[in-house]
């Protein structure tokens, strides 16, 4: 069956640490991959996207590296601040065409 | 500016009663979507709207019916509700409807069924 798995239901770091998310996923050959942040009582909000031929992005301090071999996509935080903490999902298509579909998230804390 | 709103924030009913959620988007976005994110947290696809017409459907029970107006506006209609329907229900917007688009959600509603 197809399964998204974001590695841990909770992430806590310290301040001006590097915060590293996992994304793996199972019986998808995905074309894209989303990264989402979502604040308590909010809707997500987009920060980045990856396509399969693309290994690396990056925006401001975010990095997100995409391998399909490895089935798994990971979300690097830089210089984390407390701002920063949230519950960041990530999210998949098989093609242009196909609906997103969501992991569960992963609850990032960064503490001062 | 908002840009996808959603009324109302927060619903309250009983078990068997039948509610509305409005959702409208002015970004001019040609399609809009319906999640569910249930108390474990999973926003699962419920429905997407392309111009007005249903493009996606993703095994929904009946109960939910979605109406469209016009491209800007996208109604979740709920009919005998019942506890397992209790979740927090985004609407979002995209530019197209491919998963190119960067998707732009609502604050949510959150629907709770005693």
């Known amino acids: 069956s197809q399964k998204i798995e974001q590695n841990s239901e909770a992430l806590n770091i310290q301040e001006g640490k590097t915060a590293t998310l996992t994304c793996n996923y199972t019986?998808?050959?995905?074309?894209?991959l989303q990264w989402y942040r979502q604040d308590p009582g909010r809707g997500p909000v987009f920060l980045l996207l990856?396509?399969?031929?693309?290994k690396e992005k990056r925006k401001e301090r975010l990095k997100v590296t995409f391998d399909t071999t490895l089935k798994q996509s990971l979300f690097h935080v830089t210089a984390s601040q407390p701002a920063d903490s949230a519950t960041y999902l990530c999210?998949?298509?098989?093609?242009?065409?196909?609906?997103?579909?969501f992991g569960k998230g992963t609850r990032l804390s960064v503490i001062a | 500016d908002t840009a996808v709103s959603q009324t109302p924030k927060y619903l309250v009913t009983q078990m068997g009663n039948d509610k509305s959620i409005k959702c409208e988007q002015n970004?001019?976005?040609?399609?809009m979507y319906w999640y569910k994110q249930d108390s474990k947290k999973f926003l699962k696809i419920m429905f997407s709207?392309?111009?007005?017409?249903?493009?996606i459907n993703e095994t929904v029970p009946n109960r939910f019916s979605p109406k469209s107006p016009d491209k800007a506006h996208l109604n979740l209609h709920i009919n005998s509700l019942e506890l397992g329907d209790s979740a927090v229900y985004f609407c979002?917007?995209?530019?197209?409807?491919?998963?190119?688009?960067?998707?732009?959600f609502g604050p949510g509603t959150r629907l709770t069924v005693l």
């Open positions: 979002a917007s995209s530019p197209g409807g491919g998963a190119l688009d960067t998707q732009y």
């Open positions: 019986n998808y050959s995905p074309a894209y």
């Open positions: 990856i396509r399969e031929n693309e």
């Open positions: 999210a998949l298509a098989n093609s242009g065409n196909t609906p997103l579909v």
């Open positions: 970004l001019g976005h040609d399609t």
């Open positions: 709207y392309n111009n007005k017409e249903l493009i």
